[in-house]
Each structure stands twice: as C-alpha cells, then as structure tokens.
C-alpha cells in the first residue's frame, strides 16, 4: 500500500481523527481496496511520525465502524464496501474470541435518523464531563433526583420558552433516556382514564409498539398538507392522539394554525389529551421556527416531548418531556419511588454544555451544516429525478418523502436493489398503519451523508427507480 497520509497538528482536529477521515475517505474511493493490508501500528507510527495511540485510534474506530476488519496476528484489513456493496456480501473473516463483527455498514446511508457522523462535538463534551465530574463528586454517592437533575431542569425551561415558547416550571419537566421512555410514562399516567390513542398516518412506528403494549388501542387518524383529519380523529373514539405537529414524521407537513387550534379545542371539550413530539424542532431551514402547540395552550392537556437527539447525539440517549400541571399529582404518586433513569453524570455534562454556551452554539452550527446537504440533496435530486418526482416535506428535519411518478417498479423493488447496491433505505410503507403506501414514497434522509455521497448516491437511487 503506498497511499501517503498528512497529518497536521495545527489542525484543531485531533490527529488520530485526521488519519481516520483520510483512510475512511480512501476505502470509500476504492483507493484503498477490499481485503487490502494497512500498514502495522508500529510502522505507521513511525512513518508519521506520531503515537501509536494515534494510528490505534484511528483503526480502531475504523474497525469499530466496519472499514476495517483484523485478523489475528496479522493486523487490519479493508472491509468489502465499494467494490462490493452488496450488505448482504458474507462478512469478513472474523477474528476468533472476544470482539464482535462489525456492524454492516451501508456505502449510501439513507436512514432519516442520521447525523452527521463528524458532528459530535467530542472535545467539548470531554471538557465539560470533566467539568461536571469536579463539580458533582459530592453527588455521585447518591442516586439524584428522580424526575431528573434540577439545574438541567431549570436550564431546559428556560431554552424551551425562548426557542418554542413552551410556557412550564422546571417541576413539570421529566428528563428521560429517549422517546420509548417517555411514552412509557405518559402511557402510565393515561392508561386509568383513557382507553383508545389515535396516532398520525403515516407516522412515526414506535408510539404505536408503545401504546399497544401498554393495552392501548392505537388507531390511526390520517394526516394531510392541511393537518390531522379531525373528523376521522372524533370519529375514532380516541381521548388521546399523538402528533408532530412542527414537522410531521414522515411527510414534514407543518400543522397550520387553524388545524392546531381545532385540535388543541378538541383536547379541551370533556378531558382529551395531545402528546406533542416536537423531536427535530432546532432543524428548520425556511421561515421561522414554528412555535409549538404548548404554548398556544400552556394550562391545555397537553404532554410535550423533544430530545437532544437529532442535533447532539441519539446515543447519549437524552430527552425530556413536560407535563401538563394536571397530571403532576398523579405522576408523583405513580413513579414516587422510581430512580432517576439517565445518568447524573450525563446530566451534568449536559448542564456544563448549556451554561458555557455550546448548546446553543452546536444548534446553530448543525442548522448550517445540515441546510447545506438539505439544499445540495434537493438540487441533485432536481439534476437526477427531473419533473416527474415530487418533493415532499422540504425545509427542516433530516430528511425528505420522494413521492415517484406512476411506472416505477415499487417500494419493495426498489428497495430490493438498492440493497443490492450498498443502499440503505428505510421502508415508507413501515410507517403507513396498513403496512402499504397507494402510491410508492421513499424516505430519503441526509443527516448522515457528506456531498459526495449525497451526489453519487442520489444518482445512484435514481437509476434504480426507473
Ligand atoms: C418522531 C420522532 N420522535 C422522537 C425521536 C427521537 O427519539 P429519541 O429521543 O428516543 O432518540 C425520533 C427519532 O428518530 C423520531 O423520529
């Protein structure tokens, strides 16, 4: 292998990262074949000049990611990606013992839940761990509040009235470890009083696994440009219904405020409740932010959720959802003697993240990085697509519906074939109640592709919808 790689320790980004980002880059290009050998640790090091730290990081995140995989005593090898993008191809040979396979990685990732895989901002969140854990030694002998930690409480208050105008106290905020945690709780709290929750269709499926779990019986209730159907929502018999009212998964409709306060009258004739999920609310690209239906209404039966998810990380698994005053009593008799479920560490960190200002700073930052490839994905598709196809649900979130134009070969086939090529797509029948779309939509998301691969994949998809 002769590739030469640069690392420059001017650079704010560490050096392991460098090598990291060069070796990804060469094994996406195909420079850096299937099956081929990667210098030894030592010898790079040597070459470059640096740690072994430094080329150790580097393979291993590499492998930890599917790139790269080892065999024992031999060192790291090239993944098959480009030169066989098949994810069905059999996995590299696997080292005997202890480390798992790597995970199947796809060389055109259109999941609409990812992000940017460079956004993590891993330097301060390190500073700011490190803070937390100076300020908080006292505190970890002890399990911490359980409906989450005060001053990150108090925090969120504050950013939610000013960014959404959620109008609420620190004490009807929960912090919670994801969306399937905190539906867990709401579902608790209603199953007394309520029998029946209308879901949107389409919609986001895990609201529906939650409910019906709980013994729910989850109805769906159409949504269109327009808003939620209200009629079919009374005629459902439902006292509760969930929504994302600021950019509807999967269409990315915008509910519009007539249909908003319909909904928020409908929650309020004889004790209905709305579950607003307001999940990707920091990610709006055209006109102004939407304001959220909490605080049209802040004393209505209304639950609010939103996660740091989808512009921090979904792995630090952290949420937070506000309750309406009248169901505090019963939450405090309910989860009493429940323990706080997202690390105080965690908490903190956060805390540290918010008060030194990075918070608001990585929100503007993701708008920027994210509006470029929402931007650059809407003229490539333009480019590759052409007239026929219509674009649904532009201008926020990480993704946007592709809606074909009659004689396409359909959801299944296609995604048949982009599998075949490398292609990740997330099925849009999986989020229609039936299990079917009448008419053939993807899901194409962004979050989680640079230019290059939002180019070539694009094109790529486009060939396969013919
Ligand atoms: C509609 C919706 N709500 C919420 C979330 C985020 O959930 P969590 O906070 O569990 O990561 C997602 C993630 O994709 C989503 O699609």
């Not at 029998?195 to 709980?214: C, I, K, S, T």
Request: charged fraction near 20%; hydrophobic fraction near 40%.
């Amino acid at each position: 292998m002769t590739l030469m790689f640069i690392l420059n320790s001017n650079d704010s980004t560490p050096l392991y990262k460098q090598l990291y980002n060069q070796i990804r880059a060469h094994v996406l290009s195909g420079k850096l074949p299937a099956n081929s050998r990667l210098p030894s640790v030592r010898d790079l090091a040597a070459e470059l000049s640096t740690s072994r730290n430094t080329i150790e990081g580097a393979y291993q995140e590499l492998y930890a990611e599917g790139y790269l995989y080892s065999k024992q005593r031999s060192g790291y090898f090239v993944s098959a990606l480009q030169q066989d993008a098949s994810p069905l191809a059999p996995p590299p040979p696997r080292q005997r013992g202890r480390q798992p396979a790597p995970a199947t990685r796809y060389v055109y990732d259109f999941h609409p839940a990812r992000l940017d895989p460079q956004s993590f901002p891993a330097p301060l969140w390190r500073k700011c761990f490190l803070d937390a854990l100076r300020a908080s030694t006292g505190d970890l002998t002890q399990y911490g509040e359980g409906q989450g930690d005060w001053r990150l409480r108090s925090l969120l208050q504050d950013y939610l009235e000013r960014s959404r105008g959620v109008s609420c106290a620190p004490e009807q905020i929960v912090i919670c470890p994801g969306l399937q945690q905190s539906l867990d709780i709401v579902a608790h709290l209603l199953q007394a009083q309520h029998m029946a929750v209308a879901v949107e269709d389409p919609g986001y499926h895990l609201p529906r696994a939650v409910f019906h779990n709980h013994g729910f019986n989850v109805v769906p209730v159409p949504v269109k440009p327009d808003g939620l159907d209200l009629a079919a929502l009374r005629a459902s018999g439902c006292s509760v219904v969930y929504v994302t009212p600021s950019h509807q998964l999967p269409l990315g409709y915008v509910m519009p405020v007539a249909n908003r306060l319909q909904l928020i009258d409908w929650a309020d004739s004889g004790g209905k409740q709305i579950i607003e999920d307001d999940y990707d609310s920091e990610l709006r690209y055209l006109g102004k932010p939407i304001p959220s239906l909490q605080g049209l209404r802040p004393l209505g039966n209304i639950v609010y959720l939103g996660t740091f998810s989808k512009v921090l990380s979904p792995a630090l698994r952290l949420s937070y959802l506000v309750l309406p005053q009248a169901l505090l009593s019963a939450y405090r008799d309910r989860f009493r003697d429940y323990f706080p479920t997202v690390s105080l560490l965690e908490q903190r960190t956060m805390v540290q993240f918010m008060e030194q200002g990075h918070w608001e700073r990585h929100v503007r930052r993701m708008r920027i990085l994210y509006k470029k490839k929402h931007d650059l994905l809407l003229q490539v598709i333009a480019r590759h697509f052409g007239p026929g196809v219509k674009v649904v649900g532009q201008g926020a979130g990480l993704h946007v519906v592709l809606q074909l134009p009659d004689g396409n070969p359909g959801e299944a086939e296609i995604l048949r074939r982009a599998s075949l090529e490398g292609i990740h797509l997330f099925p849009f029948s999986a989020t229609c109640a039936s299990g079917e779309s009448a008419v053939t939509r993807l899901l194409v998301g962004f979050g989680g592709m640079n230019a290059v691969e939002i180019e070539q994949g694009v094109e790529l998809l486009s060939r396969l919808c013919d």
